[in-house]
């Protein structure tokens, strides 16, 4: 939507804007430079007459230009110092709308909005047409499929493991056939089901009777040269329970392996077609209006903003169809979104990528690929949206992912399947990183590095006394802890996350009524954290004394033997529930149990008599009866080694249910904190004065009792 000047003067305060002065004026930081106070801006915006008023009110405000509050400055800001969004790559001033009270909590990667000039060649600022240029997206993604095969390219055997799928097929886009996969390249649709029937499965397609989102994805597939694509409610029949069992567990190859994945988030469904396609043309907030000589131009809202609210971003199953897929065209109701390991582009901003790239063209320069260092959100290394699984990073990344997907939702009985495809990337990655029910066998950490020093020396030879076997990787594994107030889930082991869920008191109502479907609600997946953080990871010294075996059909088999893992890869991490365990335990006594932050345990000390008082996380919300009416151990997962100031202990509680019968209750740590006799503190000497104090830094927790026993975890 364009506007001009001409008949219509600038208002009073306009009027003394020096636009010249303010369009050459340079900033050295990302914060810019005031321009002009604005007070009781409700009263002053001329919106009716004054062109620029009209601008700044359309993109600062909403669309009848209202802009709430009583204090608001106007900004300008150098572009070449603002990191994010690739705005570094151009050189221009930008002017921006501030309320003053937020002027500190700004976000340059995608809640500010500006007024840009649009110089005459090369326009930094693409005004959105109602309906999506296919030769754009198509440029976008042969850019990368031609100049990034270091990170978005893939191996000469690569596609090899989609031949062994003997239900692996996709649809001729021509046709509407579904034909086998015979090495084709395809590409993949993610979007929501919504409340849809499951399709019977026929092997063609009436392509003008499907809905209108499958019928836009057809044909935004052939427009980037793509002839084939595949869609799990055409391709997977879903009256078979042996093509699921067969695709499911390998969705990262599928998603993976495609050429690119088109995502709706959009709404849910397949009724209302992509935004931007034929059948659906957009309604944008942009405005580019004349004032003089120059041309301003709004920059529209950041397109994660529409994908980080959509009901797409909420859903389990969509969590590992983004992360998988190594280029992604995201359709949004204000704009398309591309991302790949390369690089990032919307369609509204229109800059030169050769001047974003490296000199060998294979991605993004780094400042350009940042966040800003006032950015407090997690994962900072990247501005990109999606977490690129497998690439870079550590094997610890298995737990940042499993945290991001439990704040998706999901019905209960995919709680696993959801995230299979994620682990299954992982496990046939470099890492070789497999899980038991979605609780990852972590592989030792990496070795430190760095300049030599006496503390690094002593970092290196505490890592350098480590072991590490399969059963050690599982106890860092089941060091994970839930978010919230818990309940149990049916059909999925009390040790796994995956076997538990939000309890009804704390399904928040809004939230319940965004996930409300005409195929019913859904569950959230337990929020879950890792109490075990990954510097402890690096030398984390597992239990040497728990023994941990799997009833399988020839009997039980210990983790650690060779045999096990011949076992597990037929059984794709889906082994029975029950862990038979052999361990060191130590006895406790529940005294209060207030939530889930807050349990008081009463443990055995070492020394003959001596209680300590022990608080713990718990696994339910559940009022456990006191001491004495159920048995509670503690059973020690490992511990901190090397300098650490408070070493601790890391140890799963678990509760009787039954004869020799056990389920988890709780995680928590022992160090001088936690774990204390509240009757004898501790003493140290200061200037010849013996003094109580409860802590001795360097010193571990008080040791405990412990007795052996064998029992089952289930």
Known sequence: MQTRSRGMRLCKWCRTLNLDAIFQRKHCTNLGGPVRQRKRAGRE??????????????????PAGELRGNHYQLYSYSSSRINSGGWAAIDTVMLSLQEKTRFHQRDFSTQMRFLVPQVQVDKPIRIIPPLVSASLLREWVTRCRE????????????????????????????????????????ATLSYVWGGEPAPLFTAALDIPQLPPTIQDTIDLSLALGIGHLWIDRYCISQQSDDEKAEQLPKMDLIYNLSEVTIINADGEGTQLGLAGMRG?????????????????????PHPSLDIRASIWWSRGWTYQEGVLARRRVVFTQGQVYYECSGMY????????????????????????????????????????????????????????????????????????DGIRGVLGAMERGRWRLWHLWGVPVLPRGPRPTGRRSEEMDEYREAYDSIT???????????????????????????????????????????????????????????PVKWLLEERKWRLFQGSQSLEVQVEVEQGRLDLDDTE?????????????????????VTPMSIISWEGFRGVTAEVEGAEGGRRLRWEFFSATTATRPLAGALTYIAIELGRDVGSSPMPSVYVLVVVEVGEGVYERAGIGKWDQITLRDPLKPETVVIDGEELSCLLKFGLGPPAVAKVWKEFQLR
Request: proline residues 4%.
């Open 280 to 300: 659906q043309p957009r309604k944008t907030r942009q405005l580019q209006t004349r004032i003089g000589t120059r041309l301003l131009a709004s920059t529209p």
């Open 564 to 584: 096990f893992q011949r076992h597990y890869e037929r059984l794709g991490g889906r082994l029975p529930v029950v862990l038979h365990m052999s361990a060191w």
């Open 468 to 526: 590490w076997t399969p059963t050690i990787g599982l106890c860092a594994g089941l060091c994970w802890r839930g978010e919230s107030h818990l309940e149990r889930r049916a059909g999925f082991p009390s040790w796994s996350w995956t076997g538990w869920k939000l309890s009804a008191k704390r399904r928040v109502a809004e939230l319940e009524a965004a996930l409300e479907t005409s195929a019913g609600a859904r569950q959230w997946v337990v």
């Open 45 to 62: 915006f001329s919106v009716d007459s004054c062109p620029l008023c009209r601008l700044i009110a359309h993109t600062f405000g909403n």
């Open 147 to 186: 100049g990034h095969d270091k990170l978005c390219g893939l191996a000469a055997d690569a596609m090899a493991p989609l031949s062994e799928m003997s239900s692996f097929r996709t649809i001729d886009c021509r046709t509407g056939k579904l034909v086998p996969w015979m090495g084709q390249p395809y």
């Open 345 to 416: 582009c919307c369609e509204a901003l229109n800059f030169d990528l050769d001047a974003l790239h490296t000199l060998d063209g294979q991605r993004f320069k780094a400042q350009y690929y940042r966040r800003n260092k006032n950015d407090n959100q997690k994962d900072t290394d990247k501005v990109a949206l999606f977490k690129s699984v497998g690439q870079g990073g550590t094997a610890w990344d298995v737990t940042r992912r499993i945290q991001e997907y439990s704040e998706r939702a999901l019905r209960e009985e995919d709680v696993l």
